[in-house]
């Protein structure tokens, strides 16, 4: 519940906010382009993006994030919705959904400080993946959030190279009436 | 292995009922075009790639079938990225084929190769690389689904040489033509929806007949979804006036009582005002554009809006509904129709008598007007226009340019048939009213086909009377010429302060009757009033090569009325001294 409090108040009135869209498409050739043209035909950024197919490999599923109003996003989903080879579109709210994204990261670990940046990967969950001289390769999937506080921790050791996946999500299980996972049209 | 891609494609065509492809041959279509000889299908043979697109919209327009175009690959297919970008802004059902390198060729920047499905995916409603000869047979098919169903638009076809070219094994296939079923299936993503919300039916029904000040705005989607009849009987049952946007003129006859005219930037004053001043707007298979709505805050205030459209993008897109119905415009007015009948039909209607007698003395107060020249004087474009109209057969298709000519041909001309206007609406493609005329005249040979062209536009694609003197297409263009980009010219003249900057073209540089003449047709020049009538009547004689009327007109005509740009619909200027506006 703080982390659904937290997003709404960071949303404010007006500005911009990230969006998560859950976009089932076919799996074919020029799909992701005709879905990402859409966005950068009106000069929206989408921040992240996670494509892969689904269980069922004729469809994919694209994780689109953006940050933009909820009016002219209304109006991308629906010209989204008129592309041929998409099949539906999901808005996930950030309550209602759960989320997971990957990192790796290389940090300067030189003996003196590897034990401490080893603990620290530790208490995230996370796991060292590839140990040099004197760098770590770690790896993590968390949320999101939890991504970025350990990079702002990682920071000050020295971030060497750093790769994240963008976002997956997928709404919650349904505990009560409130459907999770809500359609935008 | 009976067959090969190329001859597949043409087939496919066949099958599809296509009767006419105007195209363009170049080296990547090639292999198609040795199996067209063999082929019942027509094809006219373009001198411009431009050319193509606009004939097969023209079409289109003037048939309701889906146009065909198809050219080679490169500057072929960007050539016709105009035409595509056009349809696509007036929804208008149209194939285009292009040739495309060899698949091991593309991304290579081979000669003549382009990302043609990349440059032409913000333009068409769908578009399509086959890249196996074995898929071709479905892609066709798919492209005619998708063209002709749900809001209606161009779609391309992509086809690489070595999937045609019956000398490259990749060009083999088993012939098969694709069920209606397996069409469907092989689209999961495309279901567009055509039955309105009985609730949302029943909602609405209530609202039309409650309403005191209601005007019915009909645009394009009704002539796309074939629902002229349906929108009389809606009209008649409820004694709602319509306004007929640029794009629906013809889709209500303008003789007919409840008749309003054209709304918008250049509406007339009744049009304008009864949208802006009604309680009630009911919107069928139209867009809110900017040019009908003008300063959108301003726009029609005190009104609650139906909203009928194929397109669910469009529900909310400028103006939020109070009903929204997402469906094919002509069931759904026909609901409409059952559901107000069920409400008391006629009977049920509120009192509108007021209303029927504000939009009678506005109809009366502000008729459209123009002051004729005297001999001497250069021709009144509105003058040559109502010649035009009063001395061509009733069923004339009219197709028009982009500019001052377009305006006042939709003002002037009486469009009491649906399928009779042929313009550019969304894209403004100036150019466009030659080979659309050509298209239209190849689909409907029996009629009067009339282009109405400004000397800018013509300058544009006049090359396809080449095509039209060739291949024994009929048209009739009047050109009125000014001898200035006209509406551009207007609005220097009134907004930036009479600098004229750019747009003048000079009256005889070229020489427009020598012009037409070496491109085969008959032409004739018109300088004074009393020549206007003759003159016409000469050209709609001829029926065996297209006639080129060059009108000398004069440039200091404006079109009126006029809401200028950014200003709301009630600060409408209804004629050159200013006229009054507003409430």
New interface residues.
């Given amino acids: 519940m703080t982390l659904q409090n937290l997003n709404v108040g960071r949303a404010g009135a007006g500005t911009p906010r990230h969006h998560v869209l859950s976009v089932l498409?076919?799996n074919k050739?020029?799909v992701l382009?005709?879905v990402s043209?859409l966005f950068a035909?009106r000069g929206y950024n989408i921040y992240s993006l996670a494509v892969a197919p689904t269980d069922d490999e004729?469809f994919s599923r694209i994780t689109v994030v953006v940050d933009v109003e909820s009016a002219p996003l209304?109006?991308v989903v629906?010209?989204l919705?008129?592309?041929?080879?998409?099949?539906?579109i999901s808005e996930l709210d950030p309550r209602d959904s759960v989320e997971r994204e990957l990192m790796l990261v290389t940090v300067k670990a030189p003996a003196g400080v590897r034990s401490q940046v080893i603990e620290l990967i530790g208490v995230f969950g996370g796991q060292v993946i590839d140990v040099g001289h004197d760098e770590l390769t770690l790896s993590l999937d968390e949320h999101p959030e939890r991504l970025d506080d350990l990079e702002d921790l990682l920071r000050p050791f020295g971030i060497v190279d750093l790769q994240r996946t963008g976002r997956v999500a997928l709404a919650k299980l349904e505990r009560s009436p409130t459907p999770g996972l809500r359609s935008v049209? | 292995m009976n067959t090969n891609g190329g001859e597949a494609l043409i087939k496919a065509l066949e099958l599809e009922g296509v009767e006419v492809i105007f195209g363009l041959p170049g080296g990547a279509i090639l292999p198609v075009y040795d199996p067209i000889i063999d082929s019942p299908i027509r094809h006219v043979l373009v001198r411009h790639e431009q050319g193509a697109g606009h004939m097969a919209e023209g079409y289109a327009l003037a048939t309701g079938r889906p146009g065909v175009a198809m050219v080679t690959s490169g500057p072929g297919a960007t050539n016709i990225v105009t035409p595509l970008a056009n349809a696509y802004m007036d929804s208008t059902p149209m194939v285009v084929i292009t040739g495309q390198v060899a698949t091991p060729a593309i991304g290579t920047d081979a000669f003549q190769e382009c990302d043609t499905v990349g440059i032409t995916r913000g333009v068409t409603k769908h578009n399509e690389l086959v890249t196996r000869a074995e898929d071709i047979p479905l892609a066709i098919r798919q492209a005619f689904h998708i063209a002709t169903t749900g809001r209606p638009g161009p779609v391309l076809v992509d086809i690489p040489k070595d999937t045609v070219d019956p000398t490259n094994p990749r060009s083999a296939l088993e012939w098969y033509w694709p069920t209606d079923a397996e069409v469907t299936s092989s689209l999961p993503g495309y279901r567009p929806t055509t039955k309105g919300h009985p609730r949302k039916i029943k909602e609405a029904a209530e609202l039309i007949c409650a309403a005191r000040r209601p005007v019915i705005y009909a645009g394009g989607g009704i002539l796309r979804a074939r629902a002229a009849e349906a929108l009389r009987a809606l009209a008649e049952l409820t004694g709602i006036p319509v306004v007929t946007t640029l794009m629906a003129r013809g889709a209500f006859p303008d003789d007919h009582e409840l008749c309003l005219g054209m709304p918008g930037m250049h509406g007339n004053y009744t049009a304008v005002t009864a949208m802006q001043r009604s309680d009630l707007l009911i919107a069928l298979g139209s867009r809110f554009d900017d040019r009908v709505t003008g300063r959108l805050d301003g726009f029609a205030p005190d009104a609650k809006v139906i909203h009928v459209d194929i397109d669910p993008a469009e529900l909310g897109k400028v103006r939020r509904p109070d009903v929204p119905i997402v469906g094919d415009v002509r069931l759904v007015i026909e609901e409409l129709v059952t559901a107000v009948r069920a409400l008391g039909g006629s009977e049920a209607q509120a009192d509108r008598s007021e209303w029927r007698r504000t939009l009678a003395e506005w109809q009366e107060r502000y008729p459209l007007t123009y002051e004729q020249s005297e001999g001497g004087e250069l021709l009144k474009p509105q003058y040559v226009l109502e010649q035009l109209r009063d001395r061509s057969p009733e069923d004339t298709i009219v197709a028009s340019g982009v500019g001052q000519h377009q305006m006042w041909a939709s003002q002037y001309w009486r469009f009491n048939h649906p399928y009779t206007w042929v313009n550019s609406g969304g894209l403004g493609t100036m150019g466009f009213a030659v080979p659309a005329a050509i298209g239209a005249k190849v689909g409907r040979p029996e009629r009067t086909v009339w282009a109405v062209d400004g000397d800018g536009c013509f300058q544009m694609t006049a090359q396809e009377l080449v095509t039209a003197a060739t291949e024994r297409i009929p048209v009739k263009v009047a050109i009125l010429n000014n001898a200035y980009l006209g509406m551009v010219r207007q609005w220097q003249e009134m907004f930036y302060d009479e600098r004229y900057s750019e747009v003048y073209l000079s009256p005889d540089l070229p020489d427009y009757v020598k012009w037409a003449e070496a491109m085969g047709c008959i032409a004739l020049r018109v300088e004074s009033p009393d020549e206007v009538g003759p003159a016409i009547d000469k050209a709609n004689e001829i029926d065996d090569r297209p006639v080129v009327l060059e009108f000398r007109t004069d440039s200091a005509e404006k079109v009126f009325p006029m809401v200028p740009s950014g200003h709301s619909n009630d600060d409408i200027v209804v004629g050159p001294l200013g006229g009054e506006g507003g409430r």
């Fill in positions: 498409v076919e050739a020029g382009a005709r043209s035909r004729r209304e109006q629906k010209q919705n008129k592309l041929v080879n998409v099949i539906k049209v």
